[in-house]
């Protein structure tokens, strides 16, 4: 320890391995404010210190709670403060306000919201001042390894932790949120080791620390030819610093070889205001086109398809909203270049999703009622559809008259025009396309209103609710082109019967069964109807069925009808069999007519208690739900069978992540539909899931189908995925598909082949994407494949 009187310091000099801690560290801010620093910890192999005046001998580790103080450090330096750590081979720092330079460094902070560490190394650091540092020769990382296979390399990089002010989603107030943000010039991403990507200005929130590039994707097949497809952040890309949190842009590049160049951009936001209105709002907005030159290969006689447009692609967009005073704003776009393009494209979202629809929608609840004022108009004149410019619904749902009886009501009025599909360009196609059950041009006002009033009922254990309605609704056009008025009255009557008996002494540890409790519902119900119109006088102003079934649909009745569907497959018998009329909060309007049906039903569950002692949970063990339709006047209602759709669900659950399923419908008429679905399931997170199952369906064809999916981690490194499907009759092998993902240090890789015996086509792909923040790799078993080094150094 030397002392120096003309500088009033001390300086001490310390050799063989030193650590020095410096607790309550705090400064004064611009505003008179004090922030609170912590506790500063440095260890290095040799220390030099410049201190206000010390007494008493330094022994390796002191505390400086003075003024201000200066170190210099070198050999092995190790600097933490919280949870951000920097290793350094020397370091000078001025302890109150936190400036220094460190060479040979390299920084590891953790970000809020992400799991894992960001990791920073560079021949120079400085810290300019707290949360700010500026890095030369520099690269960013998630990897915890010496030499990663992912990094950003920069001329100079600098590190900013500052507070941002941001909207509270839940609260609606304003709140101070740490916001950790990297600025770089002159940058190369590094893959393996090997540049792959220069830019010359990088600018990203560490909240999600991706580097440009987000998903690499490369396959052959015969659809599409050799296929690259780059995933890139345009936020990252244009430099645009500020970015709102809960918002990811991407832009999607791409070319395939046998279809030409395409290109397309993703937004997804959460955010708790939009517009300059308060509330929390979510939306998606997703807009692809490839310039097509090459043909459509769909299935079996549709393999060499020409495009109806040469550019095709689809503009969708989701928007909703909430309000002050309970509103809600919803608005839709669904523009689709024609009619093949999803199911050529995105088929997954073609056999899946819901139609893209355009339209806006305000909507307001008020206790038990519903406001909901909206429109729609066709953008994709394909597709049948119909518009609504504007309508108007009103909803109350068990409103209370007295203590037994509730009523409730469903009002409708809005100009709808039905709009029929165009028929394809392409004659083959055309050839096979049939009109639908009930698609006739019509338009006009429709107008209805539904009111039922039901009474709340018990006789001992059974409760009683008979239940009476009338439905008066005007068409503007009907099918014969003419104003039609009808009037609907219905009647029925509940019964539900609700059992239970619990027996603890049932005890098994081969079955996982601590106590045993039976419970039972059973349910009866018979309704009448009368309507002075035939449901077929009415056009099918709402279908129910979606773009993709109606497209089947229209092949399906060509192929095995000859062009005319019979009436026990025409969809709108299906639900009124179903008795979809006898809601108040029906989709249809116009799928109404006379009936008279009971209804049966019976759902059962057998509980038990499962858990560590003391923590037990009642959980299912077995769930078996079974349900009938009976039709007195079977001639007109059910096509001569008495007994009408009859369904059954079945699952055991063995143990938390094991279960055996099964389902099933049942209609009894010739050729009627009968499916039933059996296999096993099981799901462990983070390790894998599988399913094995058969699907048989008999009807207007049979088909007996092995389902078989599965996601199972084989070791640290490997995740097998693989499924398969298998007719085992005239059709034979319908398609495979397996992959390997790999999991590595920085980046997820996964080599897939797929095969589909439909489109006779066989693919290989190869994606590749970062670890942290994987969108379609990163997840096993339902759970995210942990952030590398959470689980330590991998």
Known sequence: ITSRAETNESIVTARGGVTVIVEDVAAQLSNGQFFQFGTVTLSADRIVLWTPPLSGLFSGSTDISAAEGEIYLEG?????????????????????????????????????????????????????????????????????????????????????????????????????????????????????????????????SLSRPVFYLTDIQIENDNNFGTLVALDWDVFQLLGIENVPDGVDWELSTGYLSERGPALGTTLNYALPGFAGFLGQTNGSLDVWGIDDDGLDRLGRDRLALQPEEDFRGRAFWQHRQQLANGFEFIAELGLISDRNFLEQYLENEWDQSPDHRTGLRLRRSYYNQLFDLGANIQVNDFFQETERLPEFNHYLLGGSLGQRWTWSTHSHVSYSRLNVADTPINAAEAAETSVLPGEVAADGLIASTRQELALNLSAGPVDIRPVASIDVAHFGEAADGDPLTRILGQTGIRLNLPMARVDPSVQSSLFNIKGLAHKLNWTAEYWYADSDTNAEELPFYDPLDDDAQEQFRRRFIGDLFGGALPDRFDPRNYAFRQGIQRNVTSP??????????????????????????????????????????????????????????????FRYHIGDRFSIVSDGYFDWFSDGLRSVSAGVRSSRPGVGDYYVGLLSLEGPFSSTVLRTAMDYRLNEKWIFSGGTMFDFGPTGNIGQSMGLTRIGESLLFRVNLNVDRGRDNVGVSFVVEPRFFARRLGRIGGGLIPPPGLEGLE
Request: hydrophobic content about 35%; charged content about 25%.
């Open 76 to 204: 092995d330096v190790v600097f933490r403060q919280g949870d951000n750590v920097i290793y350094a081979d020397s370091m000078y720092y001025n302890v109150t306000r936190e400036t220094g330079m460190v060479l040979d460094a390299e920084a590891i902070t953790t970000i809020p919201e992400y799991q894992g560490v960001v990791r920073l190394k560079a021949e120079v650091l400085q810290a300019v001042s707290r949360g700010r540092y500026r890095a030369f020769d520099a690269a960013v990382t998630s990897s915890r390894m010496g030499v990663p296979r992912f990094w950003l390399q920069s001329e100079q990089i600098e590190f900013t932790e500052q507070n941002r002010n941001v909207i509270d989603a839940r609260t609606q107030q304003v709140v101070s949120k740490p916001d950790y943000r990297v600025r770089s010039d002159n940058n190369f991403v590094f893959v393996g080791g090997i540049p792959v990507l220069y830019w010359p200005r990088f600018s990203t």
């Open 588 to 649: 249809s309007d116009v799928i109404a007519d006379d009936l008279q049906q009971f209804r049966l039903g019976l759902n059962q569950r057998f509980q038990t208690k499962r858990g560590l002692p003391g923590r037990e949970r009642i959980v299912d063990i077995v769930q078996m739900d079974i349900g009938t339709i009976l039709f007195p006047k079977a001639d007109r209602d059910n096509f001569g069978e008495t007994v009408g759709p009859t369904t059954y669900d």
